[in-house]
Structures are given as C-alpha cells and as structure tokens.
C-alpha cells in the first residue's frame, strides 16, 4: 500500500522567503510527527498531531515555524522568513490508533536556504 | 540527555549475522524499546520493538536482556542492502497518553561489505 508521502522532495529558498512543506500521511492513521533532521545527525521532535489537534508543537525552535492538519489528514509545515540555520531534511510520520504503534516515515523534504 | 548508548559503527561481513548492542540502564518499567534504521537519503525505517520478550519478524530479532538494561538487534544474513545508520530508541512517554515521540540518538552506522 502506500505509504508516508511528502512534497516536495527538495526545496531551494532564498533567506527570508516563507516555504511550505507537505505531508500525505498512510491513509486511516490518526498521529502525525514532524521531525527535523541536521546533517549527520538524528532525527529531532518537532510537532505531534492526533487527528486535526495539534497537541504538542514543544519541539518547534522558533515561532517562524508553523504546522497544521485542519482535517486530520494532509499535514503541512510552513517556516517564515527562513534563515539558513533551517536548512535540514524535514520528515513526517504516521501511525495508527494504539499507544505502541510504530511510527512510518516518509522521505523528508530537504530544504536548502541560500 | 540521551537515553540509550550504541557503538558509533560496526562492520559486518555480507551473509553473517549481525549483532547490533543497545544500552538502556534508564529504562523505566512501561517503555518499549523500538529499532529503527536510516539508508542514506531515505527516512527512517521501523524494524521491530519490545517491552521484555524477546521480538522476531520477518527483518530481524530483538533480544532484550531479562533486567531491560540493554538490547540486541539481530540481522540474520545481512545482505548489502542493511548498511545504514541503526537506532535503538526507548519510548518516550510524555503524558498518560503518551504521545509517543520518539527520540533519536546518533546511532550506529553499519556498513556491510561482500
């Protein structure tokens, strides 16, 4: 089946410009994780959605970052006036209804600030 | 602080079994251990996950010691397409419902050569 889509796949901005990332997630599955990943480096926490609720943003840096999912499904990521500190690979995940239900991944966004 | 401990790297040879060491002396009593792994340009990719049994699937096996201070991933014939960064992660549990971030270490990377 399908799985985590996410869109684009590679960003180019210039500083200052607002970006807009995009999130399909596996289709039926309530959660979705917005995770920012550095190079060389692990994943990190940005946002948690259940369904539509976004009910924990504690890992977004700054208030230029901004996410939604208005009908609990598609999720987008939005970053105002960017700075090259936000250049990284962006990634969603999605998981089913169940307190221990792995997380799916899509193949990130990677966003490049000039 | 990071809550588990893994060898920055590890070779292993193309049809032997590779066996991926984890150290979680923090663990509490309610929290999974979950492995993942990250092929270059990808996002990561769930493998399996445990509480205190030991965990077989189709891609590997988890052997979780009997005190839950540390863990194994077992790749039983690993083949060129295993190399990539491996993360063993211990589920956070924020909140009663337990929003389920995960929280991603540095991991090991695993390079398997013929």
């Known amino acids: 089946g399908a799985g985590v889509s996410q869109s684009p796949r590679y960003k180019v901005a210039k500083r200052g410009q607002d970006v807009a990332l995009r999130c399909d997630p596996i289709?039926?599955?309530?959660?979705l994780f917005w995770y920012q990943q550095a190079l060389g480096q692990g994943p990190e926490f940005l946002t948690y959605f259940q369904n539509e609720a976004q009910l924990d943003k504690s890992g977004l840096p700054s208030d230029r970052f901004f996410a939604e999912r208005p009908e609990g499904s598609v999720s987008t990521l939005k970053i105002q006036r960017t700075q090259q500190e936000d250049s990284a690979v962006y990634l969603c995940?999605?998981?089913?209804?169940?307190?221990?239900?792995?997380?799916?991944f899509g193949d990130g966004t990677r966003l490049s600030i000039l | 602080d990071a809550k588990t401990t893994q060898p920055p790297s590890m070779d292993c040879a193309e049809g032997r079994a590779a066996n991926l060491p984890c150290n979680h002396s923090?663990?509490?009593?309610?929290?999974?251990v979950y492995w993942y792994r990250q092929i270059h340009s990808q996002g990561p990719q769930y493998i399996i996950h445990?509480?205190?049994n030991n965990e077989t699937n189709e891609m590997a096996s988890l052997i979780i010691t009997e005190d839950r201070k540390s863990s194994t991933l077992i790749l039983p014939h690993a083949t060129l397409r295993d190399t990539a960064v491996y993360y063993c992660i211990v589920r956070v549990v924020d909140s009663p419902d337990s929003w389920g971030k995960l929280q991603f270490g540095a991991g090991t990377q695993v390079v398997v050569t013929p």
């Open positions: 445990g509480l205190k």
């Open positions: 289709s039926g599955h309530v959660s």
């Open positions: 995940a999605s998981s089913p209804r169940g307190r221990h239900q792995p997380q799916h």
């Open positions: 923090t663990i509490s009593g309610n929290e999974y």
